[in-house]
């Protein structure tokens, strides 16, 4: 089991795209891109930890 750590994805941030200049048509498209990506990685028995910076 591997544990894996990501942070702040900027999932369904409608501004993202056009801000930083992301190379998907629109937020949902960069959402399931994302979770794509990071399912190629991540094994059924891996640990997940999706982290947030508190505001």
């Known amino acids: 089991m591997?544990?894996?750590y990501t942070a702040?994805?900027?999932?369904?941030?409608d501004?993202?795209?056009s801000n930083a200049a992301r190379p998907?048509?629109?937020t949902s498209h960069m959402d399931a891109v994302l979770i794509e990506r990071l399912w190629e990685k991540v094994g059924?028995?891996?640990d997940l930890w999706p982290l947030k910076r508190r505001q």
């Open 8 to 13: 702040d994805l900027h999932f369904d941030h």
């Open 44 to 46: 059924p028995e891996d």
């Open 2 to 4: 591997a544990h894996w």
């Open 24 to 26: 998907f048509r629109d």
């Open 15 to 17: 501004s993202i795209v």
